[in-house]
Nanobody
Framework: QVQLVESGGGLVQAGGSLRLSCAAS????????IAWYRQPPGKRRELVAF???????TYADSAKGRFTISRDNAEKIVYLQMNMLKPEDTAVYYC?????????????WGQGTQVTVSS
C-alpha cells in the first residue's frame, strides 16, 4: 500500500510560482504512475498532470506551458512546479498513485495541500 504526503501549498499572488511535493512511502514507487489532481472550491476534482514510470509526462490544457511534473525515484518524490499562477488555479491539490498499466485515478490519495492565488 502506498502512502502519499503533499506539501508546498500556500498563498501566492497571480504571476507567482509554487512547487508542490508528493512524498511516497510503502509499495514500489517506481512501479506507480503518479498524478496531481486539484479540486477548486465548489467544483469537481480534476486531473492536472501525471508522470509515468518511464518519466513520460501528460498535462491538462490548463497546465500546459505553466506547470511541470517530475519524479525522483531514488527519493520517492514527485514535484509539481507551477509558474505564472492564476486565480483560477486556486484549489486543493492532491497527489495520486496507480500501478502502471491501470487507469487513473488510482486508489491512493494524499491529504491534499491548499493553493490560493490572489489577484
Amino acid at each position: 500500500q502506498v502512502q502519499l504526503v503533499e506539501s508546498g501549498g500556500g498563498l501566492v499572488q497571480a504571476g507567482g510560482s509554487l512547487r508542490l511535493s508528493c512524498a511516497a512511502s510503502g509499495g514500489v514507487f517506481s512501479d506507480n504512475v503518479i498524478a496531481w489532481y486539484r479540486q477548486p472550491p465548489g467544483k469537481r476534482r480534476e486531473l492536472v498532470a501525471f508522470v509515468t514510470v518511464l518519466g513520460v509526462t501528460t498535462y491538462a490544457d490548463s497546465a500546459k506551458g505553466r506547470f511541470t511534473i517530475s519524479r525522483d525515484n531514488a527519493e520517492k518524490i514527485v514535484y509539481l512546479q507551477m509558474n505564472m499562477l492564476k486565480p483560477e488555479d486556486t484549489a486543493v491539490y492532491y497527489c495520486n498513485a496507480q500501478l502502471s498499466g491501470r487507469g487513473l485515478p488510482g486508489p491512493y490519495w494524499g491529504q491534499g495541500t491548499q493553493v490560493t492565488v490572489s489577484s
